[in-house]
């Protein structure tokens, strides 16, 4: 079963996630993608931290995540992916698109042969204005086609608002 979660900041989208982790039943693992680089970033991370069971594992992966997607789904584990939009400004900062195209075309392939269950947690961002700058304009466009692209291949699909999950895919 894979499942997708989007929102805004704050908007209860990673609440959402780990209640669905736990109410899979199966043994969790977190997979982080942030890579707490300031103090705001870290504090964050903390309050994840501090909100996450004892019992779960944790991964850390900022760019290889179809790899360790690959290497940990199994059949009775559920893997919680927070969040996608991390992992591709992680990629736009390598300023090579080779390699966004090379992992985001990975990471698409292999969603339909994972095992278990998989949440991914997405921030939308495409609900305002065109933004300005160059890099920003980029982002917001990969974040919508990766999120479409996932969207189409994922059994549920849900928009997070003001802590209010709106199924958009799916029972």
Same mark, same amino acid.
Request: proline share 5%; hydrophobic share 45%; charged share 25%.
């Given at each position: 079963? @894979?499942?997708?979660?989007?929102?805004?900041?704050?908007?209860?989208?990673?609440?959402?996630?780990?209640?669905?982790?736990?109410?899979?039943?199966?043994?969790?693992?977190?997979?982080?993608?942030?890579?707490?680089?300031?103090?705001?970033?870290?504090?964050?991370?903390?309050?994840?931290?501090?909100?996450?069971?004892?019992?779960?594992?944790?991964?850390?992966?900022?760019?290889?995540?179809?790899?360790?997607?690959?290497?940990?789904?199994?059949?009775?584990?559920? @893997?919680?992916?927070?969040?996608?939009?991390?992992?591709?400004?992680?990629?736009?900062?390598?300023?090579?698109?080779?390699?966004?195209?090379?992992?985001?075309?990975?990471?698409?392939?292999?969603?339909?042969?994972?095992?278990?269950?998989?949440?991914?947690?997405?921030?939308?961002?495409? @609900?305002?204005?065109?933004?300005?700058?160059?890099?920003?304009?980029?982002?917001?466009?990969?974040?919508?086609?990766?999120?479409?692209?996932?969207?189409?291949?994922?059994?549920?699909?849900?928009?997070?608002?003001?802590?209010?999950?709106?199924?958009?895919?799916?029972?």
């Amino acid at each position: 079963m @894979l499942k997708l979660i989007l929102g805004g900041a704050r908007s209860g989208k990673s609440r959402l996630a780990e209640q669905y982790a736990v109410d899979s039943a199966l043994a969790v693992t977190y997979i982080a993608t942030s890579e707490p680089l300031d103090g705001e970033m870290n504090a964050r991370v903390q309050l994840h931290r501090a909100r996450r069971p004892a019992e779960w594992a944790l991964i850390e992966e900022p760019l290889a995540l179809a790899r360790v997607l690959r290497e940990t789904a199994a059949p009775e584990r559920c @893997l919680l992916v927070d969040c996608l939009t991390l992992w591709l400004t992680n990629l736009l900062m390598l300023e090579d698109p080779e390699r966004l195209a090379a992992e985001r075309d990975a990471l698409l392939d292999c969603l339909a042969q994972l095992p278990g269950e998989i949440i991914l947690v997405s921030n939308e961002t495409g @609900l305002g204005v065109v933004p300005m700058g160059e890099l920003t304009r980029r982002y917001v466009d990969e974040a919508g086609w990766l999120h479409q692209a996932i969207a189409e291949r994922c059994q549920h699909v849900v928009l997070t608002v003001a802590g209010l999950p709106l199924t958009l895919k799916g029972a």
